[in-house]
């Protein structure tokens, strides 16, 4: 619970209403809970336990904006920890991997949301 918190403090100048604060609740918690998670049917009791929660205690919010998927929060696009669209974390990254195209490597790798996903789980890990 600690870390979730924190997590959450980190992140916290960024938020500007109720559904970012949602938002950024869900997020942190599904990448401590749900990222340790094997089984489909876990990781999605656990998506619906932590809705659940955050439909609980903060019952002024709008659902259909605070909970819907996927949610990523990053700080590659800026400085801050900041939720972020897949679609400007892909042209990033894209981006990112042109240049080490035309420094290291010529062969092209393809971005995909399930990549996207692990690259950002890896750079909350190195965090």
Known sequence: MTRWKYA???????VE??????????????RLF???LVYQDEKEWCNET???VAKKWFPNMDDQKALRRPILFSNFIKKDYVS?????????????L???YEEE???HLVVFDTVIDHILRIDRVLR
Do not use: C, M, P, W
Not at 8 to 13: H, K
Not at 17 to 30: A, I
């Open 8 to 14: 959450i403090f980190e992140a916290l100048s960024s």
């Open 17 to 30: 209403d109720v559904e970012d604060l949602v938002r950024l609740f869900v997020h942190e918690g599904l």
């Open 84 to 96: 972020t669209s897949q679609e400007d974390l892909k042209n990033y990254i894209e981006g990112r």
């Open 105 to 107: 490597l010529n062969v």
């Open 98 to 100: 042109k240049t080490f």
């Open 34 to 36: 749900e990222d340790r």
């Open 50 to 52: 932590i809705d659940g």
